[in-house]
């Protein structure tokens, strides 16, 4: 039977790069049927202002998978970032970001093999912020005073960070399923406990909870910063990393360094029942529409996207494909040469028609 999937080209280099996956992952035999749905400023004028149209969150509830191009967020004015809004309507509480080392990948690390379970919709991400000077602000400031503590300095803003049992424990229990699906080894919770006991202490004794309950694989806590250390020193000795929202996307964009850049850095979105396939990398807009940048990242995504559908035979000969392409290092694009003006350097298409020839060799 077909696999339906939702796919959302995006703006700026979204749509030639979700194209070039398209067909890299029809070429790996597996039935997929695409139902094509519109989100991003491009498409805003024709729902009536809105940027993610109801009928895309229909469709990815409905089929339960999408693969999505990336999509732009204006800095100023504009609308709500459509990628953060996703999120919360689907309650894609889990964003899983794989970063691994390909042989002919320009990096100054080698083997590396890890992947980072992020929190996201939680810590200081939830949005909760007052204004310095607001009258929420003032009110707060005398509230806390007033309970004992005192602000270092009144003309502070404020951050709530909210870090909870429930989504604690369920992204927990998402990354051990996930850790065990993957053949993956051992966990590492990261931290920050011996300073916020009651938020980040909070996330520690859940996970030492949800650990408890499966023993079968490795678990361990570091604290943020000597993790940080870590990666860099050792970054061989971990595995699956799982960290709250903030640390977590600092710790996906060092892992995406440390693989060799955004170009080869895939992810995906959980939630219950359903799952976004989308690159690390942004919109690019300065490189839209000239067939230049690098399709890898999407693809990577598309990989994850056939594992998650029970594909994984179709899932490891693309990725041995990519993995393939990137050591013979010829068809591939600007950013994986040694040079970024090498005149060798292949088109975003062209890598597709590369991988679908090894794919159908
Ligand atoms: P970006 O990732 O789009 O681009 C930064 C730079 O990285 C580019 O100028 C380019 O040099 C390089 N790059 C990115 N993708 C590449 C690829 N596939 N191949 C080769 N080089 C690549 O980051 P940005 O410029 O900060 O963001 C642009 C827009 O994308 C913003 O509006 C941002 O909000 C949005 N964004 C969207 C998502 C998403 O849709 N999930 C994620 C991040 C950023």
Redesign the pocket.
């Known amino acids: 039977m077909a696999h339906r999937v939702t796919l959302i080209p995006?703006d700026?280099?979204?749509p030639e790069?979700t194209e070039a996956t398209r067909r890299v992952l029809e070429a790996t035999g597996v039935d997929l049927e695409w139902d094509v749905q519109q989100a991003g400023a491009d498409v805003m004028d024709a729902h009536g202002g809105d940027p993610l149209p109801p009928e895309t969150l229909e469709s990815i509830r409905r089929n339960g998978v999408a693969l999505?191009?990336?999509?732009?967020?204006?800095?100023a004015g504009g609308f709500r970032?459509?990628?953060v809004r996703l999120r919360n309507e689907l309650d894609l509480y889990a964003q899983v970001r794989p970063c691994k080392t390909y042989e002919g990948v320009r990096t100054r690390f080698d083997h590396i093999d890890l992947v980072i379970v992020r929190e996201t919709t939680e810590d200081n991400y939830a949005g909760i912020e007052y204004a310095y000077g607001s009258p929420e602000e003032s009110e707060l400031a005398a509230w806390i005073e007033a309970h004992g503590d005192r602000l270092p300095n009144p003309d502070s803003g404020l951050s709530i960070k909210p870090i909870s049992i429930t989504a604690t424990r369920r992204v927990f229990e998402f990354a051990f399923d996930y850790a065990r699906r993957m053949d993956r080894r051992k966990l590492t919770c990261v931290h920050k406990a011996n300073i916020m006991k009651f938020t980040d202490g909070l996330w520690l004794n859940t996970a030492r909870e949800v650990a408890e309950r499966n023993p079968d694989l490795e678990f361990e806590d570091r604290i943020a910063d000597n993790m940080c250390m870590q990666l860099v020193q050792w970054p061989e000795d971990y595995d699956v990393l799982v960290a709250p929202n903030l640390y977590g996307d600092m710790f996906s964009d060092l892992a995406a360094g440390l693989i060799g850049?955004?170009?080869v850095a895939p992810?995906a979105n959980y939630g219950d029942g359903v799952a976004v396939f989308?690159?690390?990398?942004?919109?690019?807009?300065?490189?839209a529409g000239q067939n230049?940048?690098?399709?890898?990242?999407?693809m990577l995504s598309g990989m994850m996207m056939l594992h998650h559908l029970g594909e994984h035979e179709a899932a490891d000969r693309l990725e041995q494909a990519i993995a393939d392409l990137i050591r013979e290092g010829k068809d591939v694009?600007?950013?994986m040469k040694p040079r970024r003006d090498d005149p060798t350097a292949v088109g975003t298409s062209a890598v597709a028609d590369a991988l679908i020839a090894k794919l159908t060799a």
């Not at 230049?292 to 999407?298: F, G, K, L």
């Open positions: 995006g700026g280099i979204g790069i999505k191009g990336p999509i732009t967020t204006p800095v970032s459509v990628n850049g955004l170009g992810g989308e690159p690390t990398h942004g919109s690019a807009p300065k490189y230049r940048v690098n399709p890898i990242a999407e694009t600007y950013d």
